[in-house]
């Protein structure tokens, strides 16, 4: 990838999860339920891991260190799910 592109395209993806996380945010607020939440934290955290990736120019030593924060992201996302579709208890 073109080296002059690359913090254009992390930027540009950075936005788009930051509007993916207002969107949660707003449904969030409106309804209260922890999935938006959860889903809304993800991509905040996406989004920061984007800006950092576009600001710097990671080496292959920090290369690891962006993936464990986003495997955090997705784990974020699956519990979410999870959290969302385990039984409720009964009274």
Same mark, same amino acid.
């Given at each position: 990838?073109? !080296?002059? !592109?690359? @913090? *254009?395209? *992390?930027?540009?993806?950075? *936005?788009?999860?930051?509007?993916?996380?207002?969107?949660?945010? /707003?449904?969030?607020?409106?309804?209260?339920?922890?999935? =938006? &939440? =959860?889903?809304?934290?993800?991509?905040?955290?996406?989004?920061?891991? #984007?800006?950092?990736?576009?600001?710097?120019? @990671?080496?292959?030593?920090?290369? @690891? &260190?962006?993936?464990?924060? /986003?495997?955090?992201? =997705?784990?974020?996302?699956?519990?979410?799910?999870?959290?969302?579709? #385990? @039984? #409720? #208890?009964? /009274?």
């Amino acid at each position: 990838m073109d !080296l002059e !592109l690359y @913090p *254009m395209l *992390m930027g540009a993806v950075a *936005m788009a999860s930051l509007v993916a996380t207002l969107f949660f945010m /707003r449904f969030w607020w409106q309804t209260h339920d922890p999935l =938006f &939440l =959860f889903f809304a934290a993800a991509f905040a955290l996406d989004s920061l891991t #984007r800006i950092a990736l576009g600001l710097s120019h @990671p080496s292959d030593e920090l290369e @690891p &260190l962006y993936y464990l924060v /986003r495997l955090v992201m =997705f784990g974020l996302i699956i519990a979410a799910i999870v959290h969302k579709n #385990r @039984p #409720r #208890r009964s /009274r």
